[in-house]
């Protein structure tokens, strides 16, 4: 059996049509009959990301979803809720906590069965109130069943995620204007930040991660891309201070220095995730090299992302790629640990990283309408860093990058 043939298969498996257009009646539908198969009574979703997916809002509220029913309830509000959600107006009430939620279980006469929380986004607090309000139901989680949906993405979101895309080019053509010698790495990011700002984006990103923290995303120059900051796999930089570790500092950009530029954007709700690398004057050709490699591996990724690939396929050709121009010592290494990074790319989404993770043990196959961020890097030495990063549609025909930056080494 060819790949096509193995691909055409699985395809038809999946129960996947392609990139369909936005229906949020059809979204909510497509749940309720994932949480059939799964024998789930009802669905509890009371994170943010989640009440706008489904219902359009992210007013303080709680979404309960059932295979035949689903009411939002809004705590605080209900009238941006009326004016902003598609849930039609009898679908929505007011509330105060978890009584307003047995009212409405009551309403359906529903008083046990199996509650579907997502396990990994609430609170011990919440978790342990639930455990008293709804001591006859088993509680279990569903938060793959939402985001394995939320990963194939509709053509709505993909606009907003285009736009989120031009906006985050504005910030990189500003650093073509404004970027000199002796200037900080917390003056470019301001100048970038505010371009940004004046071209949409609001402001705001969202990680699935308790406890998280980056400032506005990460800019490093110098030595500093290879000063890791424990909570991102990634460059990070230094930030200014111990109490946020990650960003801009105020390290003076010297001449001939790589500069990693990574600082996403966000609009109506969606993110884009890019990286480019500069350099003030000439970079030394070991730089050059680097990144002309890199270049070439993200191509030939790019060239081979089509749906019903399998992921971990998709990271072993990447570093085949990087064996084949001798680079593969430099390929995903992180600063000056051995080890490599053992993903090359994530979902981008309602999240700035999401699923699908493309990692080396994931068994998983890239689908139709995901949209990811190819994410690679090279690293040499110390100062020896280069990155290039694209947010990536996947469609019938194969990988379009949506980020529009040019992808060349930027020389200022």
Same mark, same amino acid.
């Given at each position: 059996? =060819?790949?096509?043939?193995?691909?055409?298969?699985?395809?038809?498996?999946?129960?996947?049509?392609?990139?369909?257009?936005?229906?949020?009646?059809?979204?909510?539908?497509?749940?309720?009959?994932?949480?059939?198969?799964? /024998?789930?009574?009802?669905?509890?979703?009371? @994170?943010?990301?989640?009440?706008?997916?489904?219902?359009? !809002?992210?007013?303080?509220?709680?979404?309960?979803? !059932?295979?035949?029913?689903?009411?939002?309830?809004?705590?605080?509000?209900?009238?941006? !809720? @009326?004016?902003?959600?598609?849930?039609?107006?009898?679908?929505?009430?007011?509330?105060?906590?978890?009584?307003?939620?047995?009212?409405?279980?009551?309403?359906?006469?529903?008083?046990?069965?199996?509650?579907?929380?997502?396990?990994?986004?609430?609170?011990?607090?919440?978790?342990?109130?639930?455990?008293?309000?709804?001591?006859?139901? =088993?509680?279990?989680?569903?938060?793959?069943?939402?985001?394995?949906?939320?990963?194939?993405?509709?053509?709505?979101?993909?606009?907003?995620?285009?736009?989120?895309?031009?906006?985050?080019?504005?910030?990189?053509?500003?650093?073509?204007?404004?970027?000199?010698?002796?200037?900080?790495?917390?003056?470019?990011?301001?100048?970038?930040?505010?371009?940004?700002?004046?071209?949409?984006?609001?402001?705001?990103?969202?990680?699935?991660?308790?406890?998280?923290?980056?400032?506005?995303?990460?800019?490093?120059?110098?030595?500093?891309?290879?000063?890791?900051?424990?909570?991102?796999?990634?460059? !990070?930089?230094?930030?200014?201070?111990?109490?946020?570790?990650?960003?801009?500092?105020?390290?003076?950009?010297?001449?001939?220095?790589?500069?990693?530029?990574?600082?996403?954007?966000?609009?109506?709700?969606?993110?884009?995730?890019?990286?480019?690398?500069?350099?003030?004057?000439?970079?030394?050709?070991?730089?050059? =090299?680097?990144?002309?490699?890199?270049?070439?591996?993200?191509?030939?990724?790019?060239?081979?992302?089509?749906?019903?690939?399998?992921?971990?396929?998709?990271?072993?050709?990447?570093?085949?790629?990087?064996?084949?121009?001798?680079?593969?010592?430099?390929?995903?290494?992180? /600063?000056?640990?051995?080890?490599?990074?053992?993903?090359?790319?994530?979902?981008?989404?309602?999240?700035?990283?999401?699923?699908?993770?493309?990692?080396?043990?994931?068994?998983?196959?890239?689908?139709?309408?995901?949209?990811?961020?190819?994410?690679?890097?090279?690293?040499?030495?110390?100062?020896?860093?280069?990155?290039?990063?694209?947010?990536?549609?996947?469609?019938?025909?194969?990988?379009?990058?949506?980020?529009?930056?040019?992808?060349?080494?930027?020389?200022?």
């Amino acid at each position: 059996m =060819n790949r096509d043939t193995q691909r055409s298969m699985l395809s038809e498996q999946s129960g996947e049509e392609g990139i369909r257009p936005f229906d949020p009646n059809g979204r909510i539908a497509t749940f309720q009959r994932r949480l059939v198969a799964l /024998g789930i009574d009802v669905a509890f979703l009371s @994170y943010s990301k989640s009440t706008f997916y489904y219902a359009g !809002t992210v007013q303080p509220s709680i979404f309960l979803v !059932t295979p035949k029913e689903y009411h939002l309830i809004v705590f605080q509000g209900i009238e941006f !809720t @009326y004016r902003e959600s598609w849930i039609e107006g009898g679908r929505i009430s007011t509330g105060y906590g978890l009584a307003s939620v047995k009212e409405i279980l009551k309403r359906w006469s529903i008083d046990e069965g199996t509650l579907g929380i997502e396990a990994d986004i609430v609170t011990a607090h919440t978790y342990l109130k639930l455990l008293q309000v709804f001591e006859r139901f =088993n509680i279990v989680d569903i938060s793959k069943l939402v985001l394995e949906q939320r990963a194939i993405k509709d053509q709505r979101e993909i606009a907003c995620m285009k736009r989120a895309c031009d906006i985050v080019h504005e910030g990189h053509r500003r650093i073509l204007h404004v970027l000199k010698e002796g200037m900080t790495e917390l003056e470019l990011s301001a100048e970038i930040e505010d371009a940004h700002r004046r071209a949409g984006h609001e402001g705001q990103y969202f990680i699935r991660q308790s406890d998280f923290f980056m400032g506005r995303g990460p800019l490093a120059s110098g030595e500093n891309l290879s000063k890791i900051s424990g909570k991102v796999q990634s460059i !990070t930089g230094v930030g200014l201070s111990a109490s946020l570790p990650l960003g801009a500092s105020r390290k003076h950009i010297e001449r001939g220095e790589m500069i990693v530029v990574d600082i996403p954007t966000y609009c109506e709700g969606y993110h884009s995730d890019q990286s480019r690398t500069y350099v003030v004057g000439n970079a030394s050709e070991n730089c050059k =090299n680097l990144y002309a490699g890199l270049k070439d591996i993200a191509d030939g990724i790019i060239s081979e992302l089509k749906p019903m690939v399998r992921i971990k396929e998709i990271y072993e050709m990447a570093f085949q790629f990087a064996a084949d121009i001798n680079m593969a010592q430099y390929f995903m290494k992180l /600063g000056s640990e051995s080890r490599k990074l053992n993903f090359i790319g994530h979902g981008v989404g309602l999240e700035l990283n999401e699923p699908p993770i493309l990692s080396a043990n994931n068994d998983n196959y890239v689908k139709e309408g995901n949209v990811i961020a190819l994410e690679l890097l090279m690293w040499k030495s110390p100062a020896e860093v280069v990155k290039l990063e694209d947010t990536v549609l996947l469609t019938s025909q194969g990988a379009q990058i949506l980020t529009h930056t040019p992808r060349n080494l930027h020389k200022v």
